[in-house]
């Protein structure tokens, strides 16, 4: 299918310059390029020097308003150890105080995250193909999804008693359902143009799965995914609210306790972990979507 | 100007054969069954360029799918060689209106991917070879490894043009492959389309809107009613190839003629379609009759 135009364009002129030249330095070009990163700098810096003085300035209880920089020592303290904290009756106990709790929910977090992803991609394909299962399943999974899953708490109590495995009931309760759901919808909503497509082109019923249903979907699992690790994330620190006793009850049952014992600089630096680890997290699966499925990317835009 | 469907084709063999054709769908949240098209007798010939007008929704894709096998009869038959249509076949490959094409797989992925589909007995350092030659046939030298989404509109439909001629099928068909395309891209599209036919004798039943665009590639254009759909008249154009490529088709001194006979059909049956759209009225009273003919398997989705 060539061109089979007698007329030539003049091209010649243009042509005399490559197609891709380097830009070179400015400062504008600088600014554009860098801006988000100088104005967060700045912001930030703002923001924690006015915490600090707001703070000293007296016209606030330090007992529920810490500086910011008993705040950092306290995070320095319990990360890597080397001082007492305050109301954490010996030094043992008091070094690597929030390492301690940090891994420990880490773990429970990506074990029950990784069992919700396992079980909730499967279910949501089953439903989005097969029309029993999702007439079957699908009164359970509505009414679970809907359901504040806290309310379920008594029962998984009766159940499972206090102890890890009420922890790994609450987050997969709270975590599977996005994943399900969205899987589900990716499933429900392949292009019918693309699975004409397929079938012209000779797909049978299982290659239409596996070469356009599934590659479909997977951006649709990725958001599910997304959504339910934040999900997760309430869950992890609602089940160690309730039922962290032991000492290393979690990042959550930190929080909980060192307020509890007026520590306000731990508590601030507890929660600030629990910040900076959903940040990443949160910003670690944008960046994931974008390198599964770049052409949604564009399209959002 | 017209003729008896089958008559023409310059005693070319008949390929595509539909007698008595009568094919629709199921509206499953109204629970009823719409009767597409009904009665249909045309034959397409082997190398005959056939463009399918009518107004919208009368019936034309429901026609071209049940050409491609992704839709059963109700009544009457079609044939291919001679043979009833019962699926789809690597003979007849399809180019759409939305273009279609995989947005996660790159431009030689999307134009390999019949290969992928069906067991054809090509070693793949042919199969290779094949892919890249005709996505240099369409232009997309050079875009090998781009994404869908990277392309303009012109693009993607030359991507989906190259996977259906991928495997060099007898039948081509054009479900208004220009149809989403700006009017300039449009010229250019149908120009080449025509000199890759011209080239390769390709069979190809085309839809389209456009009357200017039939005019323009039909060998014989069918005029459709308003639904359910039916052969209303079919028109040999008899211009000469090739049309496009040097001079205006337009200044022809058949173009005007044509033109105005066409104009005069197709209004018709806009108009009638327009009124069908207020009263929203389906053929299909005997529902359960139907119902025994409907094959979801093919014409729904999973």
Known sequence: MTQTSPRKVDSGSIASQPRIRDAGWTWQRFWTRYRFAIITIINLSVFFLLWEWFARSGRVNQLIFPTFTDVLKNLKIGWFGGGNLEGFDNKMLADFVIAKNFWATLKIYTLSMLIAIGLGIPIG?????????????????????????????????????????????????????????????GVKTTEQSLINAAKVFGASKAQVYRKVVLPYTLPFVVSGIQLSLSRGLIGVVLAEFLSGAQFDGGIGWLVFRAAAAFNAPLTYAALFTLAVFALILVQGTRSMEAKIAPWRQVTKT | MSTKPGSNGDGRRPLIVAENLTAGYELERERKLLTALTSINLTVHEGEFLVLVGPSGCGKTTFINVIAGLVKPWEGTITYDGKPIEGTSKDRAMVFQDYAIMPWRTVSQNVALPFELRDLDISSADKKGIVQRTIEAVGLQGFEESYPHELSGGMKQRVGIARALVTQPKVLLADEPFGALDAMTREVMQGQMESLVMEFNQTVVFITHSIDEAIALGDRIAVISHRPGTVREVIDVGIERPRLAEGEITQHPRYAELREHLWGLVKDEALGAHADDRLLEYTGTDVELLQQHVNTPGGGGL
Request: net charge positive.
């Open chain 1, 125 to 185: 394909l089953l439903m989005g193909g097969s029309k029993w299962v999702d007439a079957l399943a699908s009164p359970y999974v509505w009414t679970l999804s809907s359901l504040p899953r806290i309310a379920m708490y008594p029962i998984f109590l009766m159940f499972l008693g206090i102890g890890e495995s009420i922890k790994y009931a609450i987050i997969l309760s709270t975590a599977i359902f996005p994943v399900i759901i969205n899987t589900w919808a």
